[in-house]
Every structure is written in C-alpha cells, then in structure tokens.
Nanobody
Framework: QVQLVESGGGLVQAGDSLRLSCAAS????????MGWFRQAPGKEREFVAI????????VYADSVKGRFTISRDNAKNTVYLQMNSLKPEDTAVYYC???????????????WGQGTQVTVSS
C-alpha cells in the first residue's frame, strides 16, 4: 500500500505560480497512475490532472488546461503539479491520489494524501 504526502500549497495572488509536490512511500511510485484532485469549500471534489505510470500520457480538466502541468519523477517517488497563471477560482484543497489499476478511470484512484491548501487572492 502506498502512502502519499502533499506539500507546496500556500497563499498567492492571482497570476502567480505554485508547484505542488506529492511524495510517495511504502510502494514504488512507478506501480501507480497518479492524479491531482481538488475540493473547494462547499463543492464536490473534482479531477484536475492525471498521469500514467511512465509519465508519457496526461489528461487535464478543461479548467486548468494550458495553465497546469502534471509530471512525475519515479526515481524520487514524487509527483508534481506546476500551477501557473493562478486564478481565485483555483482556491481549494489539493489532493494527490494513486491508482493501481486504470490510468483513465477516475474511480480507481483509491489511495489519497491528506491535502494541501491553495488560496489565490484577487
């Protein structure tokens, strides 16, 4: 079983950038597809970006496409989310998740970190 710990969140202004990190332990990261999800106050958790085990394939939510980049370094057991041109609507708790099964099936992401808060002021 893999354990996930997110870091890198914070308070920034609109237009700024942040890079989130997700460190994995317990199992080698290359065994899993990885994803970033977020949950804003009063809203349901939503998909942000996913990446397959090798990093060769990625999928993004329309709301972040062109601004966010997901990447992974399997040697460091770490997944990243580079967030550029941040908007107030990006404010949320961001969660890292792992899937031992299908890269594209969001329902299979069943290992979760504790989340990191991102707040974007206008």
């Amino acid at each position: 079983q893999v354990q996930l710990v997110e870091s890198g969140g914070g308070l920034v202004q609109a237009g700024d950038s942040l890079r989130l990190s997700c460190a994995a332990s317990g199992r080698t990261l290359s065994s899993y597809a990885m994803g970033w999800f977020r949950q804003a106050p009063g809203k349901e958790r939503e998909f942000v970006a996913i990446i397959n085990w090798s990093g060769a394939s990625t999928v993004y939510a329309d709301s972040v496409k062109g601004r966010f980049t997901i990447s992974r370094d399997n040697a460091k057991n770490t997944v990243y989310l580079q967030m550029n041109s941040l908007k107030p609507e990006d404010t949320a708790v961001y969660y890292c998740a792992a899937s031992p099964l299908s890269f594209r099936s969001l329902a299979t992401y069943n290992y979760w970190g504790q989340g990191t808060q991102v707040t974007v002021s206008s």
